[in-house]
């Protein structure tokens, strides 16, 4: 702002100066161009040197011309005196200062209304756009140290309105991400310390049926036999115990909210083309995709696109930078989207568990990720009713989203 306020000063200043500058030159008297009247008195002047008789008709300045006699001097216009062979004459004339005036009040009005209009834009800069924009510069900053409390106050402003509305939306789900992490956290904690306190029942059951074995405190087989039937079964009430902890690591611990809808597959690819095109030809990718029938799909959109993009940065990150296509096909009602990458390196042998959560095959030993990626797909495409799929084809990675047709 304060830059825009500098700004905002020298064009003050620069039109201050038109205005002075522009009246200064229109005061000034610049010779004949601003006395026409001595035009016409020389033309007079020329005609009597000529020996014709002086006409007036044709002068706008010059109101008479008259001999020397008494009163000659008297006069109560502006005049100018001749000699003319011998004889003085005088012309009587008005300087037409209605005419400069009229000029000055005209370019003073355009050069008003130049100025106030410039003013007004830079008014309607400064409060609708500058300002309202100014309010959301330590937005970022506040977010970033976690302080996701201060609302965005929502407006109108033609320019900013939706921008302040979806920082404002970030904001909220940024907020109640961080309370579903803290109840899951919370909810785990205490999950694990239930079953950690009930794990120590049959444990110490097990522990003191080994303790009097140790000690021959059963002599019969069928006492033995016995507690060693307790034994199993405390160790496959652990076991159970166990697998509820397993199973609780592997719950959904994604907020994924799908809204069902309907929507154009050219709408899906075209949100794919617009981003990936320019970005794959800065790599040196060689990129296509295939030509298709536009029909309805269900689903949503927004998560469509998600799952897609997943698939993309997948081909590029493990992929050979080579070459990536996106083709179609139709099946039982449903359009097949597959992405396919060169340079497969994954093993045969892990093409099953490449949808697993927090699963990373051993192509990924040197690239950053957290192996949730194509998880996170699977579960997409599950809840909108879809599938996806894996398979290699003579050295090519191919991922397809199945879409169900409206």
Same mark, same amino acid.
């Given at each position: ?5 500098? +700004? ?11 205005? +002075? ?8 008297? &610049? ?26 008709? $044709?002068? $706008? ?54 100025? $106030? ?9 400064? %409060? ?25 106050? *929502?407006?109108?402003?033609? %320019? %900013? ?50 303790? @009097? ?13 016995? +507690? ?10 652990? *076991? ?49 995709? @295939? ?55 994954? $093993? ?33 495409? &599950? ?15 191919? +991922? ?7």
């Amino acid at each position: 702002m304060k830059a825009f306020n500098r +700004i905002s000063a020298l064009v003050i200043m620069v039109i201050l100066a038109v205005f +002075i500058g522009a009246n200064a030159w229109l005061l000034t008297d &610049h010779g004949d161009s601003g006395r026409p009247y001595r035009v016409e008195i020389s033309r007079l002047v020329r005609e009597m040197e000529n020996g014709r008789t002086p006409d007036l008709s $044709a002068c $706008a300045y010059v109101s008479a011309v008259t001999e020397y006699g008494e009163g000659f001097y008297n006069s109560d216009s502006d005049y100018v005196i001749h000699e003319i062979g011998g004889e003085l004459y005088r012309f009587d004339y008005c300087t037409g200062g209605d005419d400069r005036t009229g000029l000055i009040v005209t370019v003073n009005s355009i050069l008003g209304i130049m100025a $106030a209009t410039i003013l007004v834009v830079m008014l309607y800069v400064r %409060f609708k756009i500058l300002q309202p924009f100014e309010k959301l510069t330590d937005v970022p900053y506040e977010l970033s140290k976690g302080n996701l409390t201060a609302p965005v106050k *929502e407006t109108k402003n033609r %320019f %900013f309105g939706r921008f302040f509305w979806g920082v404002d939306l970030l904001r909220e789900n940024m907020e109640q991400q961080k309370e579903r992490e803290l109840d899951l956290q919370r909810d785990r904690k205490m999950l694990l310390l239930s079953l950690s306190h009930d794990i120590k029942t049959p444990l110490s059951a097990i522990k003191l049926y080994a303790k @009097a074995l140790s000690k021959g405190l059963y002599k019969s087989p069928e006492k033995q036999l016995e +507690i060693a039937a307790s034994i199993g079964a405390k160790a496959d009430e652990i *076991e159970g115990y166990v697998s509820q902890i397993i199973t609780a690591s592997r719950e959904d611990f994604l907020s994924l909210d799908v809204h069902m809808g309907e929507f154009y597959l050219s709408e899906l690819v075209t949100k794919i083309r617009q981003y990936y095109t320019e970005k794959l030809e800065l790599i040196k990718t060689d990129f296509s995709v @295939a030509g298709y029938a536009d029909c309805l799909l269900n689903g949503d959109l927004d998560r469509s696109v998600e799952v897609l993009q997943n698939i993309m940065e997948n081909a590029i990150k493990y992929g050979d930078g080579k070459q990536i296509a996106i083709q179609f096909s139709e099946e039982d009602g449903c359009i097949l989207v597959t992405i396919q990458n060169s340079g497969c390196s994954l $093993a045969e042998t892990d093409l099953p568990h490449i949808f697993d959560s927090f699963w990373r095959g051993a192509n990924a030993e040197h690239e950053k990720g957290s192996g949730l990626g194509l998880y996170i797909c699977r579960q997409l495409m &599950h809840k909108m009713n879809g599938e996806v799929f894996a398979e290699i084809r003579d050295g090519f990675m191919c +991922i397809t989203a199945v879409f169900g047709k409206v």
